[in-house]
């Protein structure tokens, strides 16, 4: 091994970098967990309102594009209506 790379081997053990990742890992993912508890509470108690916005979104796109884009209008409202159905659901099933 070079030097180089026992002195860096040495500085990582020496300050714990290994355990301080792993951490910093596991405070993220409590953090983005909580985050997304929040969007599933707010997409299921929101979810018609949610609905209306996504409908007058896609009715805007419609009118200003003259029609043309209506299959992918259509298709991104569906994706967007599907994702938050699966937001709404993560409370009732975490693993989703």
Sequence with gaps: MSRINETL??????LDLDKRLND????AEVAINRALDSA??????????????LQRASETV???TGGR???R???VRDTLAG??????ARRDDPDV
Aim: proline share 0%.
């Design 83 to 88: 994702g938050v159905d699966r937001l709404a």
């Design 69 to 71: 884009y209506s299959d």
């Design 9 to 14: 081997k040495q500085k990582i053990d020496e």
């Design 40 to 53: 599933s509470d707010y997409a299921r108690d929101h979810r018609s309102d949610l609905d209306r916005w």
């Design 73 to 75: 209008v259509t298709r």
């Design 24 to 27: 910093l890992t596991e405070q």
């Design 62 to 64: 419609e009118q200003r």
